[in-house]
């Protein structure tokens, strides 16, 4: 169990990382953003706050 908390806490670590220095460099490039792209990267920031629950959680249900 503590080795799946350890990569939880690492892939949504990541994936918040990804999420802000995406959404920074959409907001700042200055160049038109096709839906495709924001597409993307409204997925990978659902993907991040799913990982952060899970995360809580199974760091929760430890503490516990």
């Known amino acids: 169990m503590r080795m799946l908390e350890w990569i939880m806490v690492i892939v949504t670590g990541l994936l918040l990382f990804s999420t ?4 920074l ?5 200055g160049q038109k953003i ?3 792209s924001l597409d993307f990267h409204m997925i990978v920031g659902l993907l991040a706050v799913a990982a952060t629950v899970v995360t809580i959680i199974l760091l929760m249900i430890r503490k516990g």
Not at 20 to 23: I, K
Not at 25 to 29: C, D, E, G, K, V
């Open 25 to 29: 460099w959409l907001r700042f490039s």
């Open 34 to 36: 096709e839906a495709s």
């Open 20 to 23: 802000v220095v995406c959404g």
